[in-house]
């Protein structure tokens, strides 16, 4: 768009930092390009690294599952914990994932455990489920991590909706991943 180009000099930079169904469409102009499985992250769009640069602010966010593993554990999900850096630059940084598949008593010990490895300076942020019932079994995990900042956050949108946001830094080369075992199940839940 001519106008808003010349009435904002870094209109061309905003529209290319947008998530990619965005960018095709306001960009491009392809109207018929649709997110799709896979289509958010890619691995080789992140930027690998041995270890994590200082970080200005460092938060682990908890999606728990409560769900034991039966077989080989396809088609269930498993409880996650991602640690997350953001340096002064503004970058954002992968630093570890717990991903396991546990009870609700399990996902609280591994919960605590998690927070005092990672230590007083991360804070712990939870998703809230919707309902009663979500809401007070999250302030039961706060609870339990007393002694530690944790935070319930209650989520209205989508998955796809949430994970557009971070799939457009992504996909600007803005994320950096510090490489571990863990990585391959990242890859693969993303």
């Not at 992250?41 to 994590?52: G, H, L, S, V």
């Amino acid at each position: 768009n001519p106008i808003l180009l010349h009435g904002d000099p870094a209109y061309l930079s905003k529209l290319k930092m947008l998530p990619r169904v965005d960018r095709e469409r306001m960009l491009g102009g392809n109207w018929n390009v649709r997110n799709t499985a896979g289509s958010y992250f890619k691995r080789e769009q992140f930027i690998k690294i041995k270890a994590a640069p200082p970080c200005v602010a460092e938060v682990r966010y908890w999606d728990c599952a409560a769900t034991e593993k039966r077989g080989d554990g396809s088609n269930q999900s498993a409880t996650a914990g991602v640690r997350m850096g953001l340096t002064s630059d503004g970058t954002a940084v992968v630093m570890h994932v717990f991903r396991d598949f546990l009870t609700a008593s399990g996902v609280d010990k591994a919960m605590r455990v998690t927070a005092a490895s990672d230590g007083q300076g991360v804070e712990v942020w939870i998703e809230q489920e919707p309902g009663g019932s979500g809401k007070a079994r999250g302030q039961d995990q706060v609870r339990k991590l007393g002694g530690f900042i944790a935070r319930m956050n209650p989520v209205h949108e989508s998955k796809g909706a949430r994970a557009s946001i971070f799939a457009a830094q992504v996909q600007a080369g803005n994320v950096l991943i510090v490489e571990g075992p863990w990585n391959d199940a990242y890859f693969r839940e993303l």
